[in-house]
């Protein structure tokens, strides 16, 4: 299957960190091979780059993981294709406007049925299951919401409905952002870690690469990145249960649904 990789900061923050180890599994210590993505927000805008070449032998991935560039939202994506060939219309993350905001998304997993789901205005541009899934779901979310964009808890909650419908099809794991929050939907694997003062020294666990957060971070700094597996292997990372949705705003967790609520 594919990884996903997000995050969420209450200050302009680089991805390099962790985008570092996230591109050591796109073909090298992992087996997704089949393309990479990623969007940036800063203040609303988003810019996103697409590369269906392994993200371990792409110049461009390369690139990224040496720039600074700050932003305060990412979803990244590197796959394995199941479901469409390897393209570059079939690279995650997937974009399209709802209420004057650019929607991005990916995800990892399979959905039987997928091809099923009905669509309108929002067509797919590649013919994966995931995007067919996130047409499906900008859809559902227009029309019931109309041309009113809901407050933050009333959106995650239906979020969180459209997310555990895809759940019944089969390994719906994905990120899903406006600009504003960051939605994290887990069936499978999803993991997370707040970063705070007293910031600490962390160590990738696919690459020798090692940073110490507290001499590239001031003390307000909260920082989370949310990942398929964690990327580190000396911090605490949690682990999000199947069928949780968590709503990541400036760092901080702003909405929490379990299974049992």
């Given at each position: 299957?594919?990884?996903?990789?997000?995050?969420?900061?209450?200050?302009?923050?680089?991805?390099?960190f962790?985008?570092?180890?996230?591109?050591?599994?796109?073909?090298?210590?992992?087996?997704?091979?089949?393309?990479?993505?990623?969007a940036?927000?800063?203040?609303?805008?988003?810019?996103?780059?697409h590369?269906?070449r392994?993200?371990?032998?792409s110049?461009?991935?390369?690139v990224?993981?040496?720039?600074s560039?700050k932003?305060?939202?990412?979803i990244?994506?590197?796959?394995?294709a199941n479901v469409?060939?390897?393209?570059?219309?079939?690279?995650?993350?997937?974009?399209?406007?709802l209420?004057?905001?650019?929607?991005?998304?990916?995800?990892?997993?399979q959905?039987?049925?997928?091809?099923?789901?009905?669509?309108g205005?929002?067509?797919?541009?590649?013919?994966?299951?995931?995007?067919?899934?996130?047409?499906?779901?900008?859809e559902?979310?227009?029309?019931?919401?109309?041309?009113?964009?809901?407050?933050?808890?009333?959106?995650?909650?239906?979020?969180?409905?459209?997310?555990?419908?895809?759940?019944?099809?089969?390994?719906?794991?994905?990120?899903?952002?406006?600009?504003?929050?960051?939605?994290?939907?887990?069936?499978?694997?999803?993991?997370w870690?707040?970063?705070?003062?007293?910031?600490k020294?962390?160590?990738?666990?696919?690459?020798?690469?090692?940073i110490?957060?507290?001499?590239?971070?001031s003390?307000?700094?909260?920082?989370?990145?949310?990942a398929?597996?964690?990327l580190?292997?000396?911090?605490?990372w949690?682990?999000?249960?199947?069928?949780?949705?968590?709503?990541?705003?400036?760092?901080?967790?702003?909405?929490?649904?379990?299974p049992?609520e």
């Amino acid at each position: 299957m594919c990884e996903l990789l997000g995050m969420s900061a209450n200050v302009p923050t680089d991805i390099c960190f962790s985008f570092s180890g996230l591109i050591a599994r796109g073909g090298r210590t992992g087996p997704h091979r089949d393309g990479w993505g990623m969007a940036m927000y800063r203040d609303g805008h988003v810019w996103t780059m697409h590369d269906p070449r392994p993200s371990c032998d792409s110049d461009l991935a390369e690139v990224m993981s040496k720039s600074s560039l700050k932003c305060d939202i990412v979803i990244s994506h590197i796959r394995q294709a199941n479901v469409g060939a390897v393209s570059l219309p079939n690279t995650h993350p997937f974009s399209r406007v709802l209420w004057g905001k650019t929607w991005t998304y990916a995800h990892n997993g399979q959905l039987e049925g997928a091809e099923l789901l009905p669509v309108g205005i929002h067509q797919p541009l590649g013919s994966t299951d995931s995007e067919r899934a996130f047409c499906w779901m900008i859809e559902q979310l227009s029309t019931r919401f109309g041309e009113q964009e809901p407050d933050l808890i009333i959106l995650a909650e239906a979020i969180t409905e459209l997310a555990l419908q895809m759940k019944d099809k089969g390994v719906f794991n994905m990120m899903l952002s406006d600009g504003t929050a960051l939605y994290c939907f887990c069936t499978t694997k999803l993991h997370w870690i707040v970063r705070r003062a007293p910031f600490k020294k962390a160590t990738l666990s696919d690459e020798d690469i090692s940073i110490n957060f507290q001499e590239v971070t001031s003390d307000k700094d909260v920082v989370t990145v949310i990942a398929t597996q964690p990327l580190t292997h000396d911090e605490e990372w949690a682990q999000m249960l199947p069928g949780e949705l968590c709503v990541f705003q400036g760092g901080e967790v702003v909405f929490q649904k379990k299974p049992s609520e």
